[in-house]
């Protein structure tokens, strides 16, 4: 038991000046590991900062209201099909929507702040046998499977 408690002071001993410079950047907890008594909440109030500064570094062009013009999407395979379901819940917006259609995605365009989105496909469709229907907030587009054809088609979408 002896060994353990050891082991664990041997963690907070740790030089982690040394520890930083070798991993190139200040880490934000080694303040935190001397038992200073702070709360809980207090000991990890710095992973969420530490996590956004990661982020930010590691996708500097990263916008998060780009992801407010995005559609919440779902994707259904069968063994012919490959069915993908965007939630749409305006129609007017709906409307202004440009499909687009490859042998691995579905693009939406004509999104706010023109933007787009794309839809990777989990198989390889055939573009041409692509239907799409646009009824109660959903657009629901099914397409049949088929080799691999990187051109892109429109979509003609119903309005119900």
């Given at each position: 038991?002896?060994?353990?408690?050891?082991?664990?002071?041997?963690?907070?001993?740790?030089?982690?000046?040394?520890?930083?410079?070798?991993?190139?950047?200040?880490?934000?907890?080694?303040?935190?590991?001397?038992?200073?008594?702070?709360?809980?909440?207090?000991?990890?109030?710095?992973?969420?900062?530490?996590?956004?500064?990661?982020?930010?570094?590691?996708?500097?062009?990263?916008?998060?209201?780009?992801?407010?013009?995005?559609?919440?999407?779902?994707?259904?395979?069968?063994?012919?099909?490959?069915?993908?379901?965007v939630h749409i819940?305006?129609?007017?917006?709906?409307?202004?929507?440009?499909?687009?259609?490859?042998?691995?995605?579905?693009?939406?365009?004509?999104?706010?702040?023109?933007?787009?989105?794309?839809?990777?496909?989990?198989?390889?469709?055939?573009?041409?046998?692509?239907?799409?229907v646009y009824k109660?907030?959903?657009?629901?587009?099914?397409?049949?499977?088929?080799?691999?054809?990187?051109?892109?088609?429109?979509?003609?979408?119903?309005?119900?």
């Open positions: 038991m002896a060994d353990s408690k050891n082991n664990n002071n041997s963690f907070f001993d740790m030089n982690w000046k040394n520890f930083e410079q070798f991993f190139g950047g200040k880490l934000p907890f080694p303040g935190m590991m001397n038992g200073s008594g702070a709360s809980g909440d207090d000991q990890m109030a710095w992973v969420e900062g530490y996590v956004k500064d990661v982020l930010k570094q590691s996708i500097p062009n990263f916008n998060p209201t780009m992801l407010k013009h995005h559609f919440q999407t779902e994707l259904f395979e069968t063994h012919n099909n490959v069915i993908v379901k819940p305006d129609r007017t917006q709906a409307r202004k929507i440009r499909a687009l259609i490859s042998a691995s995605q579905v693009r939406l365009e004509g999104l706010p702040e023109k933007s787009a989105q794309t839809i990777r496909l989990a198989s390889p469709v055939a573009p041409e046998s692509c239907k799409a109660n907030g959903i657009m629901q587009f099914h397409m049949r499977k088929q080799s691999a054809d990187e051109n892109y088609y429109e979509i003609d979408v119903r309005y119900l």
